[in-house]
């Protein structure tokens, strides 16, 4: 079963960047579409950001669209979500996830393996 390994959280200032990277630990990488999902302290996880396995398209939640962009890299079996133009309210648990189905999906239920989050906080 294909594991996820986040990293790249950390404390960034309003306006600033981060690049959180997802490293699944299996071959078959390249035939799961992935996505990142966050978690802020009281709220529902939410949908980010998500890319395809089959032709690599591209889904972005309303709030980061335009500051955030996902990409993967399947010769090193990681997906990277890079996060520019910070917010206070991007503050949260990122996570990244990883599904069979073909295209992106915003829902979480969609999504079958887990890694086990990092912590993104944005001061103002």
């Known amino acids: 079963q294909v594991q996820l390994v986040e990293s790249g959280g950390g404390l960034a200032q309003a306006g600033g960047s981060l690049r959180l990277s997802c490293a699944a630990s299996?071959?078959?990488?390249?035939?799961?579409?992935m996505g990142w999902f966050r978690q802020a302290p009281g709220k529902e996880r939410e949908f980010v950001a998500a890319?395809?396995?089959?032709?690599?398209?591209?889904y972005y939640a309303a709030s980061v669209k335009g500051r955030f962009t996902i990409s993967r890299d399947n010769a090193k079996n990681t997906v990277y979500l890079q996060m520019n133009s910070l917010k206070p309210e991007d503050t949260a648990v990122y996570y990244c996830?990883?599904?069979?189905?073909?295209?992106?999906?915003?829902?979480?239920?969609?999504?079958?393996?887990w890694g086990q989050g990092t912590q993104v906080t944005v001061s103002s």
């Open positions: 996830a990883a599904t069979r189905y073909r295209s992106g999906s915003s829902d979480p239920t969609n999504y079958n393996l």
């Open positions: 299996e071959r078959t990488f390249s035939s799961y579409t």
């Open positions: 890319i395809s396995w089959f032709v690599g398209s591209t």
